[in-house]
């Protein structure tokens, strides 16, 4: 035993550890790779004109498993990545087992529409990926055209399918509910966790992007939505876990899988944020909700030295807020669209 211990010592002795003004660890890169998408889902793009990044401004795929090894070795363990629609991105795959292979990443997970799923799953997990969130808004088709402005239900389903075929897990259903559209779906979404093992996670309508028409009032509060499931089943707290962050989770007894609520708004869950996001143009992101960036790409495509990314790394810890601004009056909603941040 007196050995294991040592071990034991040593693993934690050698991890280092980021942590910001607050004291909250940040062990979470979110990376966006992409700023296209094959939808236009209203509360994120715009149908026309959307202003994308040029290719050559995109972070290369070289730059980003720098930047990740880079990050490892300082306390980055968790490592998303999003879009726009990441699936998109040519040779997604290959950086995807460029970055399971780096030491340190411990848990390597994707957002997408799902909308490429079904052809994707199999080559992701082989790739080396552990788990998915597919964000889905409504179990309707007829609804699904209107909010993606996109005929293409039955291929997200189909993904869902194909990943449920996969090692991976836990498989999260993102879903943002928005009144007047979807509010009258949160229990069919509940029900989905009664009836498989999926995670699904209500999110609350955030205002992020200009072109996002945010208004609080259709932004409906987890509260509501708990109060609403509670009818299908008692909900059961799951006890936390360190990779929570800020999502609250639960269970209906006798259910396959969890509901879990992501609540911005409603409820502040900046204290128990634990993550940086980096733009699809190599730009840091602290905060989700404010336009503050920290440049790495000129970083990257000058030295590119480990120090000085290191060192970009811990201005953006500095520049971390303590709490985002939503609900006081100097709030200004952020300029990037989310599909340009990584959502
Ligand atoms: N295209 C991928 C997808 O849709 O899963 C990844 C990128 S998308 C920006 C990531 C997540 O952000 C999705 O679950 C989407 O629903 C969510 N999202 C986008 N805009 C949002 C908003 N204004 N409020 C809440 N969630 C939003
Ligand atoms: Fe595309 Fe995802 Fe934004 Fe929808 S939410 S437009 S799928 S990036």
């Not at 979470?28 to 939808?39: A, F, G, M």
């Not at 090894?69 to 460029?98: C, M, Q, W």
Request: include cysteine; hydrophobic fraction near 35%.
């Amino acid at each position: 035993m007196a050995g294991t211990g040592s071990w034991a010592f040593t693993i934690i002795k050698t991890m280092k550890l980021l942590l910001d003004n607050y004291d909250r660890t940040i062990n979470y890169l979110r990376l966006s790779i992409t700023d296209r998408c094959n939808l236009r889902c209203r509360y994120c793009m715009p149908e026309e004109g959307v202003e994308l990044i040029e290719h050559g401004d995109l972070l290369t795929y070289e730059e980003i498993v720098k930047t990740i090894e880079v990050f490892a070795r300082n306390g980055i363990s968790k490592v998303r990545l999003t879009g726009g629609e990441p699936l998109v991105r040519r040779s997604v795959v290959d950086l995807i087992k460029a970055i399971a292979r780096i030491e340190g990443v411990r848990d390597l997970s994707l957002t997408t529409n799902g909308v490429l799923l079904k052809e994707y799953a199999e080559d992701l997990v082989e790739a080396g990926l552990h788990r998915i969130n597919i964000s889905l808004d409504t179990l309707r088709s007829d609804r699904f055209v209107y909010i993606t402005r996109r005929d293409k239900f039955k291929e997200v389903w189909a993904g869902i399918e194909a990943a449920l075929k996969q090692k991976l897990s836990p498989i999260k259903i993102n879903v943002v509910i928005i009144k007047g559209f979807n509010d009258d779906e949160v229990k069919d979404f509940a029900r989905l966790s009664l009836t498989y093992p999926l995670h699904v996670r209500f999110i609350e309508f955030m205002p992020v992007g200009e072109k996002n028409d945010w208004n609080a009032e259709e932004m409906i509060p987890s509260s509501q939505i708990i109060e609403e499931i509670t009818e299908l089943g008692e909900l059961i707290p799951k006890s936390p876990q360190e990779s929570d962050g800020p999502a609250t989770r639960y269970y209906i007894e006798g259910g396959k899988g969890e509901i879990g609520f992501i609540s911005p708004i409603s409820s502040h869950f900046c204290a128990r944020c634990n993550r940086l996001r980096l733009t699809p143009e190599g730009q840091i992101r602290p905060c989700l909700f404010s336009d503050k960036e920290i440049d790495l790409k000129t970083t990257l495509r000058s030295s590119g030295n480990e120090k000085d990314i290191e060192e970009v790394l811990h201005q953006a810890l500095k520049a971390k807020p303590q709490r985002h601004q939503i609900g006081d009056i100097r709030f200004k909603k952020c300029q990037r669209g989310m599909h340009a941040i990584g959502g």
